[in-house]
């Protein structure tokens, strides 16, 4: 396939087997985890876990990548289309609320062959927010929840942190276009979120202008209660940052605190993290669980 599925527009041939472009994966799924998982927001997690799918490779670039052995070195199995399909239907048989495809941009061709036959229960497009319009829109009637990132709306400051300075208004069009698919969040009987959108922002050290700077625009854009925001404080230094000094280390109290009350003051409905959500555990272990 000549790939154009994200912002990048690589435009390169990705064999079954062979990726090349910013991805570098090839047109068939590459996973590295498949289980229950039980750390997102209380309304998809429930009590029994979402059903999360972890992609490898990725169509950014964040230099604090909590998930660099898949997205950055792309540790995973290579599975075909049919296997995924029994991944997402043996999650379902484990007790899974809905099925969360992790970092699904670039394999959006995938899921959507995955998806053909509808699921049982929801499906999650859990993605870093670096989505094409049109891409997204290939995929109406089959994503339930969208959970996308809102990482930053400054240009340079994605540029330099996630090598994708269009990224703001690549993210804000991509976010848009999710609400028009699934219109305001919908829960069933026993609060888990069954059709919307929720939107995380990742408080980053020495970034609380951002992480203000996004809860304006969400709260400008979608009418009060229509889609949730998860302000979260999980932020740990990974990786060589040494070229980023400026954050390597973890939030201050007084960062996270001025966030939560901006959250608070904006009466931006969602979910507050607390700031011992700082802890390495919070990434799961990658070694091909479930595939």
């Not at 699921?119 to 109406?140: F, I, M, Q, S």
């Not at 929720?198 to 050290?205: A, S």
Request: aromatic letters at 8%; glycine letters at 8%.
């Amino acid at each position: 396939m000549i790939c154009n599925l994200c912002p990048r527009r690589c435009g390169v041939l990705r064999t079954e087997t062979e990726g090349e472009g910013w991805c570098r994966m090839p047109a068939l799924p590459v996973a590295a985890r498949a289980a229950l998982h039980h750390w997102e927001e209380p309304p998809i997690s429930g009590k029994r876990g979402s059903g999360t799918v972890f992609f490898s490779g990725c169509s950014l670039g964040c230099v604090f990548c909590q998930n660099e052995a898949i997205s950055h070195r792309d540790f995973g199995k290579a599975l075909t289309v049919p296997r995924l399909r029994e991944i997402c239907l043996e999650l379902i048989r484990q007790g899974a609320h809905n099925i969360n495809f992790v970092n699904p941009t670039h394999y959006a061709h995938i899921v959507r062959q995955v998806l053909e036959e509808p699921l049982p229960v929801p499906v999650v497009w859990n993605t870093g927010g670096y989505d094409r319009v049109k891409t997204l829109r290939a995929l109406e009637g089959r994503v339930d929840v969208y959970l996308p990132d809102l990482k930053y709306l400054d240009p340079e400051t994605a540029g330099r942190y996630s090598a994708a300075p269009d990224y703001p208004g690549a993210a804000q069009a991509a976010i848009e276009e999710m609400f028009r698919q699934t219109g305001p969040c919908q829960f069933d009987e026993a609060g888990l979120l069954t059709r919307g959108v929720v939107i995380r922002h990742l408080i980053l050290p020495g970034q609380t202008a951002q992480a203000k700077a996004v809860m304006d625009w969400v709260a400008r854009t979608f009418p009060k209660g229509a889609v949730l925001f998860s302000l979260m404080s999980q932020y740990t230094p990974w990786g060589d940052l040494s070229a980023f000094p400026e954050l390597d280390r973890r939030l201050r109290r007084g960062e996270m605190e001025s966030c939560a009350d901006y959250m608070r003051n904006l009466d931006l409905p969602g979910f507050c993290q607390e700031r011992t959500s700082a802890r390495e555990e919070y990434t799961p272990p990658f070694d091909l669980t479930g595939l």
